[in-house]
């Protein structure tokens, strides 16, 4: 069965750092497209960043240079590390997975991926 389980999430003060998990089971993440998610309240959900199978990324306009996606092949884990973080970037992270999304083009940030996980809640304030 294949699984997402997202970590890593907590309160931490404007100008801080975190660093996001998404630990997969069921299959391995470098072979399925990954990305992250955030859905603030009240808001839609998203898309931050995205990783293909083949290590190519994408980033929103919204965190790119701030956060950095990478991925772990021997822990099975894509991971998400946040710098410099905004009171805006508070939410619910969520990290998707899709073994085709990414195929002919630049990994989407759309909400078009297959599987999702449960999501962890990140909160910025001082």
């Known amino acids: 069965q294949l699984q997402l389980v997202e970590s890593g999430g907590g309160l931490v003060q404007p100008g801080g750092s975190l660093r996001l998990s998404c630990a997969a089971s069921?299959?391995?993440?470098?072979?399925?497209?990954i990305g992250w998610f955030r859905q603030a309240p009240g808001k839609e959900r998203e898309g931050l960043s995205c990783i293909s199978t083949k290590g190519d990324t994408n980033y929103a306009a919204s965190v790119k240079g701030r956060f950095t996606i990478s991925r772990d092949s021997a822990e099975n884990t894509v991971y998400l590390e946040m710098n410099n973080l905004k009171p805006e970037d508070a939410g619910d992270y969520y990290c998707?997975?899709?073994?085709?999304?990414?195929?002919?083009?630049?990994?989407?940030?759309?909400?078009?991926?297959?599987?999702w996980g449960q999501g962890t809640q990140v909160s910025v304030s001082s």
């Open positions: 998707a997975a899709d073994p085709t999304v990414h195929l002919f083009r630049r990994c989407p940030l759309s909400l078009e991926y297959e599987y």
């Open positions: 069921g299959f391995n993440v470098d072979r399925y497209a």
